[in-house]
């Protein structure tokens, strides 16, 4: 090649860089933006709140089952992957700590597979195996989707619309509760053709009414709002009008009400531990939500009538070792144990575990040790383990604008990480969708974040200054 062609060539390459930076400056953020990625996203938001998604059945053929969640997700990867080649979006794909745990649980969910492939096809569950395999991939799609598509601006917007989203999950779901009537499958089943979970209006073993919201399960619910509630909290710790305080403390309050009306220990559980991570970032924030809680009972007595008393009667110590969900749970260990003992490193083939063959766990830790070992159980918790060091990290040093969503997604996902333990979270779509919302945000909120410029040592909570809050994340 000629130097003229070489310096004309890099001449007109130039400019196309130019024109693509031009078109993503004149893009603004979500929602006022034109750009397709951010819109569907939200959408995907949509439907994981306030539709019934794993109870419908697309009329399609898939290589999964034919849910609609898969043909949306397929379409997002497919929008994402033509984006990144038209707009040469490849630069976005900024790998943390939270990219190589989930590469790494993936990696060891397939080697389980093959290490036991011999054994599970004898059994006749690799098939089941391999169905799970795939949702686990779908799960890490959605979580590069978020996580190279989504700007740090964003985050707020979004996790605002999550918010709005579950006070209207929350809202539904206390109307089953007082109501019995489930709009999201009786309502929506007047529409389109919904198949009804056994769980709707039904009772457990131990005589608890199953309010199950848009899902099959009420643990799901439960715990939908206690992932977003911390971002509720942390809103109005930093809301500075009384209207915008009165609307995130009606928020929080509708999205515990919901989580009570389950009727399940997580209920209480989930967000108290939610609620002590955030105390222990902002410790004032003790001082501003102990005068409001006479009245948030009054709130939540009201909403819910019953519910608090009978969630908090199942956690009295003369109780909660003679529920039945209890005893169940601890006859689980003892049941699994020769599986465990057997394949102790690798497990018997991730997500082998037929439980409706076997036995019902409602352990997510008890249900990954069997399938992946230790070392899998160890990569599960990897994941969460990156997102919360990443996101106390964005805390100490991300800047103000940053520090309140990475705070509220430490809190959800140590909630998240207790609630494995009362139930199994891979099995309900509603909450590993959540996760790689909350981890593709906390790789976003990473991007171009300079410790140097936020001396940890320099962080306290500093006095309004010509009428906004300069707020940081740790307080003195």
Not at 191 to 215: K, M, Q, W
Not at 371 to 396: E, K, M, N, P, Q
Request: aromatic share 10%; hydrophobic share 50%.
């Amino acid at each position: 090649m000629t130097p003229e062609r070489r310096d004309r060539l890099g001449g007109l390459l130039d400019l196309t860089s130019t024109h693509r930076r031009t078109l993503r400056s004149l893009a603004g953020d979500w929602p006022h933006t034109t750009r397709l990625m951010p819109w569907c996203l939200a959408g995907f938001m949509v439907m994981l709140f306030l539709v019934p998604f794993d109870s419908i059945d697309l009329p399609i053929g898939l290589p999964l089952e034919a849910k609609l969640d898969r043909p949306f997700l397929l379409a997002i990867v497919a929008l994402w992957v033509l984006s990144m080649v038209m707009m040469g979006g490849s630069n976005r794909l900024q790998m943390t700590a939270i990219h190589y745990a989930f590469f790494g649980f993936v990696l060891i969910a397939i080697l389980s597979l093959i290490h036991n492939a011999e054994t599970t096809v004898r059994l006749g569950e690799l098939e089941l195996g391999v169905r799970k395999l795939a949702l686990l991939l779908s799960y890490l799609a959605l979580f590069l989707v978020v996580a190279s598509s989504v700007r740090a601006s964003e985050v707020r917007p979004l996790m605002n619309l999550m918010c709005g989203l579950a006070v209207l999950t929350a809202i539904g779901v206390i109307w089953e509760y007082r109501q019995e009537y489930n709009f999201f499958f009786e309502g929506l089943g007047e529409v389109i053709p919904i198949n009804v979970p056994p769980e709707l209006h039904g009772f457990d073993s131990i005589g608890r009414r199953s309010v199950i919201g848009p899902t099959i399960h009420p643990l799901a619910p439960a715990m939908m709002m206690a992932c977003a509630l911390p971002y509720a909290l942390i809103s109005l710790y930093e809301s500075r009008e009384l209207r915008r305080k009165v609307i995130w403390g009606l928020a929080a309050t509708l999205m515990i009400a919901a989580a009570l009306a389950t009727q399940r220990k997580t209920s209480i559980v989930a967000p108290v531990v939610a609620v002590a991570v955030l105390v222990a970032y902002r410790p004032r924030m003790l001082r501003m939500l102990a005068p409001g809680l006479v009245a948030f009972v009054i709130l939540v007595h009201l909403f819910t009538p019953g519910a608090l008393g009978g969630v908090t009667s199942q956690l009295l110590p003369q109780n909660f070792f003679g529920f039945g969900s209890t005893v169940d749970r601890q006859s689980d260990y003892a049941a699994v144990e020769p599986d465990v003992i057997n394949q102790p490193l690798l497990g018997r083939g991730y997500e082998t575990y037929d439980q409706k063959k076997y036995r019902i766990l409602d352990n997510q830790y008890l249900t990954t040790i069997i399938g992946t070992g230790i070392v899998g159980i160890l990569a599960y918790l990897s994941i969460f383990a990156a997102i919360f060091l990443l996101a106390h990290r964005i805390a100490r040093c991300g800047g103000p604008d940053r520090a309140g969503p990475a705070i509220a997604i430490a809190a959800a996902a140590s909630a998240m990480v207790i609630g494995g333990a009362l139930l199994d979270i891979l099995a309900l779509p509603q909450l590993p969708y959540l996760i790689c919302f909350f981890a593709g945000f906390v790789a976003v909120l990473w991007k171009d974040v300079r410790p140097a410029d936020y001396p940890a040592v320099q962080l306290a909570e500093q006095p309004r200054i010509s009428g906004e809050a300069y707020l940081v994340p740790l307080d003195r």
